[in-house]
């Protein structure tokens, strides 16, 4: 259907009208009027028949728990602590591994909101750390993080 309308349009272009052309040039305006019209129709395709999974996404979730939960986000970011700088070096203060909060864990070297809340999760389901070293029982902690957290943690 469509190669039937572009070959009459062809032929009534190139034969039937002059307008003062020759037929390389009608053969150029021919052609761009195809592309024009291949590019509306893929648009056209695509605007009808094509699911794009973002809108989807915007379908199912309200705006309104969208904005909540980045608000929750974008909070938690800002209640993260940034180690105090000494020349070019960041060195987190000494952390009670005993008592100390999410936000002084994350401090200490390779160590993130995950690792810093299992270790609180430890510690309230098998009592308090008798010695540095026990906080290797904590799963994520192997000897590379504590060789790296070591001069960092104490228990009291």
Same mark, same amino acid.
């Given at each position: 259907?469509?190669?039937?309308?572009?070959?009459?349009?062809?032929?009534?272009? &190139?034969?039937?009208?002059?307008?003062?052309?020759?037929?390389? /040039?009608? @053969?150029?305006?021919?052609? &761009?009027?195809?592309?024009?019209?291949?590019?509306?129709?893929?648009?056209?395709?695509?605007?009808?028949?094509?699911?794009?999974? /973002?809108?989807?996404?915007?379908?199912?979730?309200? &705006?309104?728990? @969208?904005?909540?939960?980045?608000?929750?986000? !974008?909070?938690?970011? $800002?209640?993260?602590?940034?180690?105090?700088?000494?020349?070019?070096?960041?060195?987190? &203060?000494? #952390? $009670?591994? $005993?008592?100390? !909060?999410?936000?002084?864990?994350?401090?200490?070297?390779? #160590?993130?909101?995950? @690792?810093?809340?299992?270790?609180?999760?430890?510690?309230?389901?098998?009592?308090?750390?008798?010695?540095?070293?026990?906080?290797?029982?904590?799963?994520?902690?192997?000897?590379?993080? *504590?060789?790296?957290?070591?001069? *960092?943690? *104490?228990?009291?």
């Amino acid at each position: 259907m469509i190669r039937a309308f572009l070959k009459k349009l062809k032929t009534l272009f &190139l034969t039937n009208i002059a307008w003062g052309f020759t037929r390389q /040039e009608k @053969l150029v305006i021919l052609s &761009l009027i195809s592309f024009f019209l291949f590019g509306a129709g893929i648009k056209i395709y695509k605007a009808r028949f094509v699911n794009y999974p /973002e809108k989807e996404f915007v379908k199912n979730y309200p &705006l309104d728990s @969208l904005r909540q939960e980045f608000i929750q986000k !974008s909070n938690a970011m $800002n209640a993260v602590p940034t180690p105090q700088a000494i020349g070019l070096v960041a060195i987190p &203060l000494k #952390v $009670n591994i $005993n008592s100390d !909060s999410i936000s002084e864990f994350i401090k200490l070297p390779k #160590v993130g909101p995950a @690792l810093a809340k299992r270790i609180i999760e430890y510690r309230q389901q098998k009592g308090d750390f008798k010695k540095p070293s026990d906080i290797r029982k904590v799963k994520g902690i192997g000897p590379k993080i *504590y060789q790296q957290i070591q001069p *960092y943690i *104490y228990v009291k």
